[in-house]
């Protein structure tokens, strides 16, 4: 059955257009040409509107569409799964797309990687920091560090909570979800050493209805601060909200859902990242394969603060943002995982990537990993 | 395992029960009037989440959840009709038609659900039972969604209806053997129309259950499989409304599993825990058709069946 589709492509693409065949690979993938039109597709794994990373990403992608020469093409729900695969060809061999953005984590390997292969005239960008230097050259991640804004909402609940038991909802334990979980407790850790995190795992990016058992489970067992990293926070801060407890949000500004209880939340800024590739994109350059920030660089933010957030709460998180911005790092070491185990020695940069590969859920979190 | 926290499973357990198993219950009545009758619908999972989607949708505009229930209802009658209308065309497989209207009606839902995924509608409120209660987790769980208390009315009327009542015995009878249907006039095509139909309605009711009250928001992974596993729990309940009760609160109870057990600290296998409801379907599927009694009740003129 591929056969068949490869080859109906194939002719539909040599038969439609000399003019694809011709014109890309003088134009991208020998970056000189400026103001080769560029055709840029995105693929996300949810709806673009979810209150949540998919929708953090459709908003900065419009920065792209105000580029003369660029045209956008989107396609949302599309699963890690080989549907990326035909979703991001049909881009290519239909649409005749140059450059197309991955967002979603699953999409890199295999995917990404062997169409990156097979297409060695088309840039392929992807949301991660999974690409290295043994990968082909016209594939490359972008990534922000959003755990740097997760240690800012530690620190904001962990004064805005009277007991110090925090929860916190995760889909699966990659490194980036583990990462965000170890440095909100670092995070309330800071400015509250009896602090801990109770981590309730639901297995999948979006599963509603079993998001808001944990979210209940959590309450029940105590916790008094909320916070979630999953696609869409709605659910898990509604939950929290209608049960009376605090929360911080994720991916997307979700203050409005929790008037009484919101205190801030973690959010990507990937209209810089965007904006960037759009000033090389208007300049006709080829875009880096790596890029990777954080607050020094103005990549992450958090959330105006909401009625949760108690006074001291807010000076505080004011403090720790503007130390992230000079470089001062969140896991500082011994540190040990709640196994026992010495995991972190030293003092750890923020972008050492060492901590990419983070599988551990440190000291002080309640919870895990398998 | 301390008795505290064997307290807290079982809250939650019951809280689980109660908060999950409402959508549960509806789509698997509503599939056993419409499996009564002679056919399958597999398509309630599209009703599911078009129920939710049009629920939220209306209660958003209108600002009326009760109404946005309503709605609900009807636009599972009308998925209902399209697969009764389809599936009464000679030599239509209802299992095909069904999976065709699922993903009609998941499309559907999609398509105009969009605006709504961002604003908050008003919900509908629950009643708070727990009051007389000082521990907070009981009193969470015994906020009761008054759908809950109709799902189990529902279930009782139309098992007293079945059993007692005209129409009652006609669907059966439509559902048993045709030829003794026709024999005493009655037009079974009609008869499985309107069951799909109504079957579709309290699908579509169970839509509005997920998304006005809980997890109460309408997004597009809301329903994640719900509507199927409910057809499941129709074999499993035997045809009876009665027990389907006791399979959607057995369901909810199972899914609360998972997460409660991670908040008490017994968090290795997860993954395993999570899977507690549909690993308990499989072997209640196992050990009930197995057994003899299952056959012998099941209605006689399903494909499935026959």
């Known amino acids: ?370 | 395992m301390t008795a505290g926290m064997l307290t807290t499973i079982l809250i939650a357990m019951l809280g689980g029960a109660i908060r999950v198993s409402t959508p549960f219950m509806f789509v698997a009545l509503g599939e056993t009037i419409t499996e009564k009758s002679g056919r399958i619908n597999l398509g309630l999972e599209g009703n599911l989440v078009l129920g939710a989607m049009v629920a939220y949708g209306v209660s958003y505009e209108t600002g009326q959840p009760w109404l946005g229930v309503l709605c609900a209802g009807f636009s599972g009658v009308f998925l209902g009709l399209i697969h009764g209308l389809i599936c009464s065309l000679p030599r239509v497989n209802d299992i095909a038609v069904g999976i065709a209207m699922m993903t009609f009606g998941i499309g559907v839902a999609f398509f105009f659900g969009k605006p709504y995924i961002q604003p908050s509608a008003p919900r509908l409120e629950s009643l708070p039972l727990g009051n007389w209660s000082d521990n907070p987790a009981l009193r969470s769980a015994l906020e009761i969604n008054p759908l809950f208390f109709v799902g189990i009315i529902m279930a009782a009327v139309i098992w007293w209806m079945l059993a007692n009542t005209r129409p009652g015995v006609i669907l059966r009878m439509v559902g048993d053997s045709e030829p003794s249907a026709r024999a005493m006039g009655v037009n079974p095509i009609k008869v499985r129309v309107l069951a799909t139909a109504a079957g579709g309605f309290m699908a579509g009711v169970g839509g509005a259950f997920l998304s006005l009250s809980y997890p109460g928001s309408w997004n597009e992974g809301l329903s994640s499989g719900q509507g199927l596993m409910a057809v499941a729990l129709v074999i499993f309940a035997r045809w009876n409304p009665l027990r389907c009760i006791l399979a959607a609160l057995l369901f909810g109870a199972a899914g609360a599993i998972g997460p409660a057990l991670q908040s008490v600290g017994i968090s290795q296998g997860y993954y395993f825990f999570n899977a507690a409801p549909y690993i308990l379907t499989l072997f209640i599927m196992i050990a009930s058709a197995r057994s003899g009694a299952s056959a012998a009740v099941a209605p006689g003129e399903l494909s499935i069946v026959k």
């Not at chain 1, 990326?84 to 450059?99: P, R």
């Open chain 1, 1 to 370: 059955m591929l056969e068949t589709r490869f080859s109906r492509r194939s002719i539909l693409k040599s038969g439609a257009a000399g003019f694809a065949v011709a014109t890309l690979p003088l134009g991208f993938a020998t970056r000189a040409v400026a103001q080769t039109p560029v055709i840029l597709g995105v693929v996300y794994v949810g709806p673009r509107d979810d209150f949540g990373w998919n929708q953090a990403q459709a908003v900065a992608i419009e920065v792209l569409k105000t580029v003369p020469n660029v045209t956008v093409i989107e396609e949302e729900n599309v699963p890690e799964t080989d549907a990326v695969t035909q979703s991001m060809e049909s881009m290519i061999n239909l649409d005749g797309a140059n450059l197309i953005l991955g967002t979603s984590f699953g999409y890199f390997d295999p995917f990404m990687i062997d169409l990156a292969k097979k297409y060695p005239d088309v840039q392929f960008r992807h949301a991660a920091p999974l690409w290295n230097d043994t990968m082909p050259m016209n594939l490359g991640g972008y990534f922000a560090y959003l755990n740097q804004a997760h240690f800012v909402n530690g620190v904001a609940a962990g004064l805005s909570s009277p007991t110090g038991k925090l929860g916190f909802v995760a889909a699966k334990p990659i490194p980036t979800v583990l990462s965000n979980i170890n440095s909100f407790l670092l995070g309330a850790r800071s400015v509250n050493p009896a602090a801990t995190v109770q981590v309730i795992f639901t297995g999948e990016w979006s599963m509603p209805v079993r998001e808001a058992e944990a979210a209940n489970a959590l309450v029940d067992a105590g916790c008094d601060v909320l916070t979630c990293h999953v696609d869409g926070p709605k659910v898990v801060i509604e939950t929290a909200e209608s049960r009376g407890v605090k929360c911080c949000g994720h991916n997307a500004d979700q203050g409005p859902l929790a008037p009484n209880g919101f205190i801030t939340g973690a959010e990507y800024k990937w209209v810089t990242i965007y904006q960037m590739f759009a000033d090389m994109l208007a300049k006709g350059e080829i875009l880096p394969n790596v890029v990777v920030g954080g607050y020094h660089n103005d990549m992450v933010q958090n959330s105006p603060y909401g009625a949760g957030a108690t006074p001291e709460a807010i000076a505080a998180a004011d403090a720790a943002m503007a130390a992230l911005k000079e470089g001062k790092p969140i896991y500082v070491g011994p540190l040990n995982d709640n196994q026992g185990n010495l995991v972190i020695e030293g003092t750890m940069d923020n972008y050492d990537p060492v901590l990419d590969g983070m599988n551990y859920l440190l000291e002080g979190v309640i919870g895990s990993i398998t």
